[in-house]
Structures are given as C-alpha cells and as structure tokens.
C-alpha cells in the first residue's frame, strides 16, 4: 500500500505564501508524476501542478509565477511553493501521484491521492 501525507497547510493573509509538502510512503518502485490539486466546496477538484519523472513542470494559468512545485527524487516528496496567495487560492489541496509498484503488483501505473490540507487566505 501507498500512502501520500502532506503537510504545510494553514492560514494567510492575502499577499503572503506557504508551503505545501507531500511525501509518498510504502510499496513504491517509481513515481511518474506528482501533482496538486485542489478543491473547494461545490466545485470540482482542479489541476495546480505537476511534476514528471522527466523533469518537467506544468502549471494552471491562474497559478502560474506565483506557484512552484519541485520533486524530490530521493526522497519521493514533492512541494508546492506558493507566493502572491490571493482569496481565490483558499481550498483544500491534494496531493496526487502516478506510479508503479514492485512485485507482486502488476506493473501498470497507479495512482493514488493524499487526505488534502487546507489552505486559507484571508484578505
């Protein structure tokens, strides 16, 4: 079993930053992408960011400039910076990853989700 747990969630004035943090524990042989997500309530859960095992990043319009996620390979964590937080950025963020497990799993990619952690920007 797979369990994402993240962490740096909390409370912020409009203009200020936080930092969210994800580690990914258990059976794990390789972790292809890990994202954010978030979601607030009525609304479907929406793409902030990703990050691949190749390197890459992608952002949601809305975030970009402001958020940064960065992986740690070694470590299977993955942060997300965020800077410039405005009202509209108060949800619950999720963590999500795409991966493959060691035997006896098969080895098709899957995926799992963190519990989230609130953030909230107060103007």
């Known amino acids: 079993q797979v369990q994402l747990v993240e962490s740096g969630g909390g409370l912020v004035q409009t203009g200020g930053s936080l930092r969210l943090s994800c580690a990914a524990s258990g059976s794990i042989l390789n972790i292809y992408v890990m994202s954010w997500y978030r979601q607030v309530p009525g609304k479907e859960r929406e793409l902030v960011a990703t990050s691949t095992s190749g390197g890459t990043t992608s952002y949601a319009d809305h975030v970009k400039g402001r958020f940064t996620i960065s992986r740690d390979g070694a470590k299977n964590t993955v942060t997300l910076q965020m800077k410039d937080l405005k009202a509209e950025d108060t949800a619950v963020y999720y963590c999500?990853?795409?991966?493959?497990?060691?035997?006896?799993?098969?080895?098709?990619?899957?995926?799992?989700w963190g519990k989230g952690a609130q953030v909230t920007v107060s103007s």
């Open positions: 999500y990853s795409v991966l493959q497990q060691p035997p006896p799993a098969g080895l098709r990619p899957v995926s799992y």
